[in-house]
């Protein structure tokens, strides 16, 4: 999996190293090879054509670092891009904190479900949790069967009443016996069909309404290429799938809709199935496969390096002119930039001397809203003023502020800030220097 896109991404995006500068035909060619290898891999239409137009917008908006040739960057914005495609901050199995962890796993016939469950309480077991797996699927002895064995292998317990009796009735008093016997985990095994039914829903959704599971897992056949995204769509929209499991992703599938159906779903995946055995389930980590699906990770940590050293020296420079008692807008918007890359921006803000007033006014939601107009103010300020803002009358903070869209009020609001901390910058250094620090 993933061979063939491998090479092709890899061959282009090395075609264009080396090359002291990126001209817009040489771009817009790459991107074309891209575009190519990412539908010959089944990456669905619509995801590819986004992620072309954000690696386009990324490259434009890149700043330059001397010390990084475009191209280099060029795989760093595609890589990160990769990432992003398949969600960074979910990929983590959600637990209840205050008693049982309902784990519901559903999906079409054959996709994987039972086994899967083995696997997880197999990987359960190993972190320190105590699970328990409840047949769901009761339709067929050898479903029972199966789970029986599977929970022989591990040593895991499999709640089962045999087949008389109704399903919710079985999972309800799988449910009250995990409680009453402090499991930490109940693993729900159900069934399959061949197709999506109502029938199949009807039942999931009962269950799901029933024992209001933390998860909902649903399995996909990565061999099933771009059907994945219908299956997870339609799961999704009568259960509120909570995360994917990608199974059989060991076989050879072009890998493309493993690309896609984050994007097109909102689902993440948590999981990837790959292989038969009980050991064969991973942990989903889109910057693995990111690494895996690019193959240059050198090229990749070299940029990321080059941009924390440059980052590293725009703060030296900004630390030793507050040293020295200089303190220009410009290290006023440098700073907030550089630091926001550490948290919230209202949190930052409180650790910067003078700016906790401004970062009670800041809330996070519109934090971002709030730096663009910082940003936009000082970027209509001329050098000079930006040097030294009290310079400024005010005809100067009227044509910053309709230069900025924003009010003469802003404009003198954020010079107060400036004074603020440059007062307290000041005092630092003068305080510093009797040391001699
Ligand atoms: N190669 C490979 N095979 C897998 C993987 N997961 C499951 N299988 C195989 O797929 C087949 C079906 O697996 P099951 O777990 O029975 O699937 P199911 O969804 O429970 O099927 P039904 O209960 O019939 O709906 C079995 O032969 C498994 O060994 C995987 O990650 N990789
Ligand atoms: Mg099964």
Redesign the pocket.
């Known amino acids: 999996m993933f061979d063939s896109l491998q090479e092709k991404l890899t061959k282009t995006l090395r075609n264009v190293q080396g090359k002291g500068k990126l001209s817009e035909r040489n771009m817009e060619e790459t991107l074309r090879e891209i575009r190519v290898a990412l539908l010959e891999s089944d990456v669905n239409y619509g995801v590819v054509k986004d992620f072309l137009e954000k690696v386009r917008q990324e490259s434009l908006g890149q700043d330059v670092l001397n010390s990084v040739e475009p191209g280099q960057l060029l795989v760093k914005i595609v890589h990160d891009e990769i990432i992003k495609l398949l969600g960074d901050d979910d990929n983590e199995l959600i637990f209840n904190e205050d008693g049982l962890t309902k784990i519901m796993i559903v999906?079409?016939?054959?996709?994987?479900?039972?086994?899967?469950l083995g696997k997880l309480a197999n990987y359960l077991k190993k972190r320190n949790k105590k699970p328990i797996m409840i047949a769901g699927?009761i339709v067929r002895p050898a479903?029972i069967e199966?789970l029986q064995t599977l929970g022989k292998q591990i040593n895991v317990e499999v709640y089962s009443e045999g087949l008389d009796i109704d399903v919710l009735t079985q999972i309800n008093n799988g449910i009250e016996y995990a409680n009453k016997n402090n499991y930490d985990v109940a693993l729900i095994?159900t069934?399959?069909r061949l197709q999506i039914d109502e029938e199949l829903m009807d039942e999931l959704k009962k269950i799901k309404d029933s024992i209001h599971p933390e998860e909902i897992l649903l399995?996909v056949d990565a061999l099933t290429g771009q059907d994945i995204v219908n299956v997870s769509n339609a799961f999704n929209e009568l259960l509120d799938v909570t995360g994917l499991i990608l199974?059989?992703?060991?076989?050879d599938s072009k890998g493309g809709s493993a690309l896609s159906v984050k994007a097109v779903t909102g689902v993440p995946i948590k999981f990837t199935?790959?292989?038969?055995k009980i050991n064969?389930l991973e942990q989903f980590y889109p910057e693995r496969l990111a690494q895996r699906i690019l193959g240059m990770g050198d090229v990749v940590s070299f940029v990321e390096k080059a941009q924390e050293e440059m980052d590293m020296k725009l703060a030296e420079q900004t630390a030793n002119r507050l040293m020295a008692g200089k303190f220009t807008m410009d290290d006023l918007l440098n700073s907030i930039e550089q630091s926001r890359k550490l948290g919230p921006l209202s949190s930052i803000m409180n650790m910067l001397p003078g700016m906790s007033d401004m970062a009670k006014a800041i809330n996070d939601n519109d934090a971002e809203d709030q730096l663009k107009k910082i940003r936009a103010i000082i970027q209509s300020m001329t050098p000079a003023e930006r040097q030294d803002p009290s310079i400024m009358r005010s005809s100067h903070k009227r044509r910053i502020a309709s230069g900025s869209g924003t009010s003469v009020d802003d404009v003198n609001k954020l010079c107060n800030q400036y004074d603020k901390m440059k007062k307290v910058f000041k005092n630092f250094s003068a305080f510093s220097s009797m040391f001699k620090m």
Do not use: S
């Open positions: 999906g079409l016939q054959g996709t994987g479900k039972t086994t899967q699927d479903a199966q095994d069934a399959g399995t199974t059989k992703f060991d076989g199935g790959v292989g038969e064969d």
